[in-house]
Protein backbone atom coordinates (compact mmCIF):
# COMPACT_ATOMS: atom_id res chain seq x y z
CA UNK A 1 0.00 0.00 0.00
CA UNK A 2 1.52 3.52 -1.06
CA UNK A 3 0.80 6.13 1.29
CA UNK A 4 1.84 10.12 0.12
CA UNK A 5 3.47 10.79 3.60
CA UNK A 6 3.58 14.73 2.40
CA UNK A 7 -0.17 14.94 2.31
CA UNK A 8 -0.75 12.81 5.50
CA UNK A 9 1.21 15.47 7.33
CA UNK A 10 -0.42 18.65 5.66
CA UNK A 11 -3.84 16.78 6.46
CA UNK A 12 -2.49 16.14 9.99
CA UNK A 13 -1.11 19.46 10.79
CA UNK A 14 -4.20 20.95 9.78
CA UNK A 15 -6.16 18.74 11.92
CA UNK A 16 -3.81 19.85 14.90
CA UNK A 17 -4.41 23.64 14.03
CA UNK A 18 -8.33 23.39 13.49
CA UNK A 19 -8.57 21.56 16.79
CA UNK A 20 -6.20 23.79 18.69
CA UNK A 21 -8.59 26.44 17.50
CA UNK A 22 -11.44 25.42 18.63
CA UNK A 23 -10.01 24.25 21.98
CA UNK A 24 -8.96 28.52 22.67
CA UNK A 25 -12.63 29.54 21.20
CA UNK A 26 -14.20 27.58 23.33
CA UNK A 27 -12.27 27.87 26.37
CA UNK A 28 -12.58 31.79 26.01
CA UNK A 29 -16.50 31.78 25.14
CA UNK A 30 -17.71 28.67 27.01
CA UNK A 31 -16.30 29.60 29.87
CA UNK A 32 -18.31 31.72 32.52
CA UNK A 33 -16.82 32.74 36.06
CA UNK A 34 -18.12 34.87 39.11
CA UNK A 35 -15.13 38.07 39.38
CA UNK A 36 -15.17 40.12 42.10
CA UNK A 37 -13.32 43.35 43.02
CA UNK A 38 -10.43 43.22 45.46
CA UNK A 39 -10.01 47.05 45.23
CA UNK A 40 -11.07 50.13 44.15
CA UNK A 41 -10.02 51.41 40.58
CA UNK A 42 -10.23 51.34 37.03
CA UNK A 43 -12.44 48.69 35.29
CA UNK A 44 -9.52 48.04 33.14
CA UNK A 45 -6.77 47.50 35.87
CA UNK A 46 -6.36 43.52 35.91
CA UNK A 47 -4.82 43.79 39.38
CA UNK A 48 -8.48 44.88 41.25
CA UNK A 49 -9.78 41.93 39.55
CA UNK A 50 -9.44 38.48 41.84
CA UNK A 51 -8.54 36.27 38.83
CA UNK A 52 -6.03 39.05 38.29
CA UNK A 53 -8.17 39.03 34.80
CA UNK A 54 -9.92 42.51 33.11
CA UNK A 55 -13.73 40.46 32.89
CA UNK A 56 -15.35 39.34 29.80
CA UNK A 57 -18.38 39.06 28.06
CA UNK A 58 -19.12 35.83 29.53
CA UNK A 59 -18.42 36.83 33.84
CA UNK A 60 -20.89 38.08 36.35
CA UNK A 61 -19.44 40.65 37.85
CA UNK A 62 -19.36 41.82 41.91
CA UNK A 63 -18.57 45.46 43.47
CA UNK A 64 -18.04 44.68 46.88
CA UNK A 65 -18.26 46.81 49.78
CA UNK A 66 -16.16 50.10 49.90
CA UNK A 67 -14.89 49.53 46.38
CA UNK A 68 -15.30 52.44 43.81
CA UNK A 69 -14.93 51.04 40.31
CA UNK A 70 -14.88 53.15 36.94
CA UNK A 71 -15.79 51.91 33.42
CA UNK A 72 -13.00 53.63 31.37
CA UNK A 73 -13.94 51.85 28.44
CA UNK A 74 -16.21 50.00 26.27
CA UNK A 75 -17.23 46.43 28.00
CA UNK A 76 -19.62 43.50 27.59
CA UNK A 77 -20.37 41.45 30.66
CA UNK A 78 -23.33 39.10 32.02
CA UNK A 79 -24.37 40.34 34.81
CA UNK A 80 -23.20 43.29 37.45
CA UNK A 81 -24.08 43.18 40.93
CA UNK A 82 -22.83 46.24 43.26
CA UNK A 83 -23.26 45.44 47.26
CA UNK A 84 -22.71 47.38 50.23
CA UNK A 85 -22.93 46.21 53.42
CA UNK A 86 -23.56 47.79 57.38
CA UNK A 87 -19.86 49.92 57.58
CA UNK A 88 -20.87 52.60 56.50
CA UNK A 89 -18.64 52.44 53.08
CA UNK A 90 -19.73 53.45 50.06
CA UNK A 91 -20.07 51.14 46.59
CA UNK A 92 -20.01 52.58 43.66
CA UNK A 93 -19.98 51.58 39.73
CA UNK A 94 -19.39 54.84 37.59
CA UNK A 95 -19.75 54.39 33.84
CA UNK A 96 -17.24 57.61 32.15
CA UNK A 97 -19.11 59.84 29.24
CA UNK A 98 -18.40 58.48 26.12
CA UNK A 99 -18.40 54.68 26.97
CA UNK A 100 -21.17 51.74 27.00
CA UNK A 101 -21.41 49.07 29.75
CA UNK A 102 -23.29 46.15 27.61
CA UNK A 103 -25.13 43.69 30.50
CA UNK A 104 -26.51 40.70 28.86
CA UNK A 105 -28.25 39.65 31.88
CA UNK A 106 -29.27 41.79 34.81
CA UNK A 107 -27.57 44.16 37.02
CA UNK A 108 -28.40 44.36 40.80
CA UNK A 109 -27.41 47.04 43.14
CA UNK A 110 -27.88 45.60 46.51
CA UNK A 111 -27.71 47.25 50.09
CA UNK A 112 -27.25 45.66 53.38
CA UNK A 113 -27.22 49.00 55.06
CA UNK A 114 -27.22 52.80 55.58
CA UNK A 115 -25.14 54.94 57.42
CA UNK A 116 -26.40 57.57 60.28
CA UNK A 117 -25.74 60.47 58.11
CA UNK A 118 -28.27 59.59 55.53
CA UNK A 119 -25.86 59.11 53.06
CA UNK A 120 -25.92 56.60 50.28
CA UNK A 121 -23.67 53.25 50.93
CA UNK A 122 -24.71 51.80 47.46
CA UNK A 123 -24.21 53.83 43.88
CA UNK A 124 -24.22 53.62 40.54
CA UNK A 125 -23.41 56.44 38.36
CA UNK A 126 -24.26 56.62 34.73
CA UNK A 127 -22.60 59.31 32.75
CA UNK A 128 -22.41 57.32 29.52
CA UNK A 129 -24.60 54.81 28.56
CA UNK A 130 -25.54 51.22 30.46
CA UNK A 131 -27.74 49.00 28.23
CA UNK A 132 -29.12 45.91 30.56
CA UNK A 133 -30.11 43.11 28.76
CA UNK A 134 -32.64 42.03 31.53
CA UNK A 135 -33.95 42.99 34.81
CA UNK A 136 -32.69 46.26 36.59
CA UNK A 137 -33.04 45.48 40.32
CA UNK A 138 -32.48 47.95 43.09
CA UNK A 139 -32.84 45.76 46.55
CA UNK A 140 -32.75 48.55 49.46
CA UNK A 141 -31.80 48.25 52.94
CA UNK A 142 -35.05 46.49 55.08
CA UNK A 143 -33.92 48.70 58.11
CA UNK A 144 -33.41 51.25 57.12
CA UNK A 145 -36.29 54.41 56.72
CA UNK A 146 -37.11 55.67 53.32
CA UNK A 147 -35.62 58.71 54.04
CA UNK A 148 -32.00 57.18 54.36
CA UNK A 149 -30.98 56.33 50.16
CA UNK A 150 -29.35 52.87 51.43
CA UNK A 151 -29.33 52.98 47.09
CA UNK A 152 -28.50 55.61 44.67
CA UNK A 153 -28.52 55.88 40.90
CA UNK A 154 -27.52 58.91 39.06
CA UNK A 155 -27.93 59.05 35.28
CA UNK A 156 -25.58 61.99 35.29
CA UNK A 157 -26.56 62.81 31.50
CA UNK A 158 -25.99 59.46 30.26
CA UNK A 159 -28.09 57.14 28.33
CA UNK A 160 -29.70 53.86 30.27
CA UNK A 161 -31.42 51.29 28.03
CA UNK A 162 -33.43 48.88 29.49
CA UNK A 163 -35.02 45.69 27.81
CA UNK A 164 -37.11 44.32 30.53
CA UNK A 165 -38.21 45.33 34.32
CA UNK A 166 -36.74 47.91 36.75
CA UNK A 167 -37.79 45.85 39.50
CA UNK A 168 -37.82 48.09 43.75
CA UNK A 169 -37.14 45.42 46.73
CA UNK A 170 -37.24 46.28 50.12
CA UNK A 171 -39.12 49.94 51.63
CA UNK A 172 -36.14 51.47 52.51
CA UNK A 173 -35.03 54.93 51.00
CA UNK A 174 -34.17 54.41 47.23
CA UNK A 175 -32.57 57.75 45.04
CA UNK A 176 -33.24 57.50 41.56
CA UNK A 177 -32.39 60.74 39.73
CA UNK A 178 -31.76 62.39 36.76
CA UNK A 179 -28.87 65.23 37.76
CA UNK A 180 -28.41 66.53 34.39
CA UNK A 181 -31.00 67.43 31.64
CA UNK A 182 -29.33 65.61 28.76
CA UNK A 183 -30.17 61.78 30.71
CA UNK A 184 -32.30 59.30 28.62
CA UNK A 185 -34.03 56.17 30.23
CA UNK A 186 -35.08 53.83 27.53
CA UNK A 187 -37.36 51.09 27.48
CA UNK A 188 -35.99 48.84 24.84
CA UNK A 189 -36.53 45.19 23.67
CA UNK A 190 -39.65 42.74 22.79
CA UNK A 191 -40.75 41.71 26.10
CA UNK A 192 -43.43 43.43 28.33
CA UNK A 193 -41.95 45.33 30.72
CA UNK A 194 -43.10 47.64 34.21
CA UNK A 195 -41.99 51.25 34.50
CA UNK A 196 -41.56 52.03 38.55
CA UNK A 197 -42.17 55.54 40.20
CA UNK A 198 -42.03 56.77 42.97
CA UNK A 199 -41.42 59.84 45.46
CA UNK A 200 -37.80 59.29 45.30
CA UNK A 201 -37.37 58.11 41.68
CA UNK A 202 -37.56 60.85 38.86
CA UNK A 203 -36.33 60.84 35.49
CA UNK A 204 -35.40 63.13 32.63
CA UNK A 205 -36.06 62.31 28.92
CA UNK A 206 -38.41 58.52 28.72
CA UNK A 207 -38.47 56.80 25.27
CA UNK A 208 -40.67 53.82 24.89
CA UNK A 209 -39.28 51.73 21.79
CA UNK A 210 -40.68 48.10 22.53
CA UNK A 211 -41.04 45.97 19.06
CA UNK A 212 -43.35 42.46 18.36
CA UNK A 213 -46.06 44.12 20.33
CA UNK A 214 -44.46 44.41 23.89
CA UNK A 215 -45.98 46.78 26.21
CA UNK A 216 -44.68 49.26 28.79
CA UNK A 217 -46.72 49.36 31.72
CA UNK A 218 -46.43 52.38 34.69
CA UNK A 219 -46.92 51.14 38.35
CA UNK A 220 -47.36 54.66 39.68
CA UNK A 221 -48.38 57.79 39.15
CA UNK A 222 -45.83 60.24 37.23
CA UNK A 223 -46.19 63.57 38.72
CA UNK A 224 -43.98 66.81 38.17
CA UNK A 225 -41.59 65.38 39.62
CA UNK A 226 -40.89 62.84 38.69
CA UNK A 227 -40.24 63.60 35.47
CA UNK A 228 -38.74 66.82 34.12
CA UNK A 229 -37.96 66.06 30.10
CA UNK A 230 -39.71 64.91 27.29
CA UNK A 231 -41.87 61.55 26.94
CA UNK A 232 -42.10 59.66 23.66
CA UNK A 233 -43.75 56.52 22.60
CA UNK A 234 -41.57 55.45 19.36
CA UNK A 235 -42.70 51.84 19.13
CA UNK A 236 -44.92 49.37 20.79
CA UNK A 237 -47.45 50.31 23.38
CA UNK A 238 -47.39 52.19 26.32
CA UNK A 239 -49.57 51.81 29.22
CA UNK A 240 -50.76 53.81 31.97
CA UNK A 241 -52.24 51.25 34.44
CA UNK A 242 -55.06 53.25 35.61
CA UNK A 243 -51.76 56.05 36.65
CA UNK A 244 -51.97 59.81 35.69
CA UNK A 245 -49.38 61.16 33.73
CA UNK A 246 -48.11 65.01 34.67
CA UNK A 247 -44.66 66.94 33.13
CA UNK A 248 -43.14 70.22 32.88
CA UNK A 249 -44.70 72.78 30.91
CA UNK A 250 -42.97 73.30 27.87
CA UNK A 251 -42.27 69.87 27.42
CA UNK A 252 -44.02 67.27 24.93
CA UNK A 253 -45.37 64.02 25.27
CA UNK A 254 -44.91 62.42 21.84
CA UNK A 255 -46.61 59.22 20.21
CA UNK A 256 -45.14 58.28 17.33
CA UNK A 257 -45.97 56.70 14.68
CA UNK A 258 -45.32 53.18 15.47
CA UNK A 259 -46.43 54.16 19.48
CA UNK A 260 -49.72 53.43 21.20
CA UNK A 261 -50.23 55.09 24.52
CA UNK A 262 -53.12 53.08 26.27
CA UNK A 263 -55.15 55.10 29.40
CA UNK A 264 -56.47 52.63 31.72
CA UNK A 265 -58.90 53.07 35.03
CA UNK A 266 -60.96 56.50 34.78
CA UNK A 267 -57.22 58.56 33.55
CA UNK A 268 -57.12 61.10 31.04
CA UNK A 269 -55.06 62.17 29.01
CA UNK A 270 -51.54 63.23 30.31
CA UNK A 271 -51.50 67.24 31.96
CA UNK A 272 -48.60 69.56 31.95
CA UNK A 273 -47.03 68.73 28.58
CA UNK A 274 -47.09 69.26 25.15
CA UNK A 275 -49.80 66.69 23.23
CA UNK A 276 -47.50 65.70 20.11
CA UNK A 277 -49.92 63.05 18.57
CA UNK A 278 -48.10 62.11 14.94
CA UNK A 279 -49.39 60.40 11.99
CA UNK A 280 -49.99 56.71 12.07
CA UNK A 281 -49.74 57.36 16.31
CA UNK A 282 -52.73 55.52 18.61
CA UNK A 283 -54.83 56.61 21.39
CA UNK A 284 -56.56 53.20 23.13
CA UNK A 285 -58.91 54.06 26.33
CA UNK A 286 -59.65 51.25 27.70
CA UNK A 287 -61.70 51.85 30.54
CA UNK A 288 -64.41 54.40 32.09
CA UNK A 289 -63.13 57.90 30.74
CA UNK A 290 -64.20 61.35 29.87
CA UNK A 291 -62.50 62.18 26.65
CA UNK A 292 -60.93 65.57 25.89
CA UNK A 293 -59.32 66.95 23.12
CA UNK A 294 -55.34 66.99 22.56
CA UNK A 295 -53.52 69.89 23.22
CA UNK A 296 -50.88 71.85 21.35
CA UNK A 297 -53.21 72.33 19.08
CA UNK A 298 -53.24 68.60 18.09
CA UNK A 299 -55.77 66.02 16.33
CA UNK A 300 -56.09 62.15 16.99
CA UNK A 301 -54.86 60.03 14.15
CA UNK A 302 -56.27 56.88 15.16
CA UNK A 303 -58.65 56.39 18.07
CA UNK A 304 -59.36 53.15 19.70
CA UNK A 305 -61.95 52.62 22.64
CA UNK A 306 -62.60 48.73 23.96
CA UNK A 307 -63.53 46.94 26.61
CA UNK A 308 -66.58 48.05 28.88
CA UNK A 309 -66.56 51.18 30.54
CA UNK A 310 -68.53 54.27 28.84
CA UNK A 311 -66.14 56.50 27.22
CA UNK A 312 -68.17 60.27 27.09
CA UNK A 313 -66.50 63.13 24.76
CA UNK A 314 -66.18 66.30 26.66
CA UNK A 315 -65.69 68.65 23.69
CA UNK A 316 -65.63 67.61 19.78
CA UNK A 317 -62.69 65.78 18.51
CA UNK A 318 -61.16 65.22 15.40
CA UNK A 319 -59.36 61.70 14.28
CA UNK A 320 -57.33 62.12 11.08
CA UNK A 321 -56.90 58.14 11.15
CA UNK A 322 -59.42 55.53 12.14
CA UNK A 323 -61.76 55.32 14.73
CA UNK A 324 -61.71 51.76 16.55
CA UNK A 325 -64.70 50.35 18.42
CA UNK A 326 -64.57 47.11 20.03
CA UNK A 327 -68.62 45.50 20.17
CA UNK A 328 -68.31 45.00 24.19
CA UNK A 329 -67.35 49.08 23.82
CA UNK A 330 -69.31 52.47 24.41
CA UNK A 331 -68.64 55.61 22.74
CA UNK A 332 -70.86 58.50 23.50
CA UNK A 333 -70.31 61.73 21.45
CA UNK A 334 -72.10 63.73 24.25
CA UNK A 335 -74.77 65.42 21.04
CA UNK A 336 -76.41 66.64 23.76
CA UNK A 337 -73.88 69.08 24.88
CA UNK A 338 -73.24 69.82 21.07
CA UNK A 339 -70.28 67.50 20.50
CA UNK A 340 -69.49 66.23 17.37
CA UNK A 341 -65.97 63.89 15.87
CA UNK A 342 -64.53 64.02 12.50
CA UNK A 343 -63.56 60.90 11.19
CA UNK A 344 -60.98 61.13 7.97
CA UNK A 345 -60.27 57.33 7.82
CA UNK A 346 -62.29 54.15 8.50
CA UNK A 347 -65.18 53.48 11.42
CA UNK A 348 -63.96 49.97 12.51
Not at 29 to 37: F, G, K, M, P
Not at 65 to 82: N, P
Not at 102 to 117: L, N
Request: hydrophobic residues 35%; proline residues 2%.
Amino acid sequence: MFINYSVFKKVSCFKLLTFTFFFLWYGQTAYSATVTSLSAGNFSNPSIWNTGIVPGASDSVVITTGHQVTVDSSYTLKSVTIYCNVDLTVSRLHINAGVTLTITDYVRVESDGADEYEEPVCHLRIPGTLIVGKDLILKTYPGASPSIASVRMNYNGGLMILNRNMIMIGEGGLLFSRDVNTSTVRFEGSVNATMIVNHEINYHHIVINKTGGATVTLDGDILVGNTFGDFTIENGNFDNGGHTVTGVAGKNFTVKNNGTYTLSGTTSLPSGFNHVFESGSTIHYRGTHSIAAPNNSQVFHHLMVTETGNKIFSASATVNGNLIITSDATLDVNASNHYSISVGGNWI
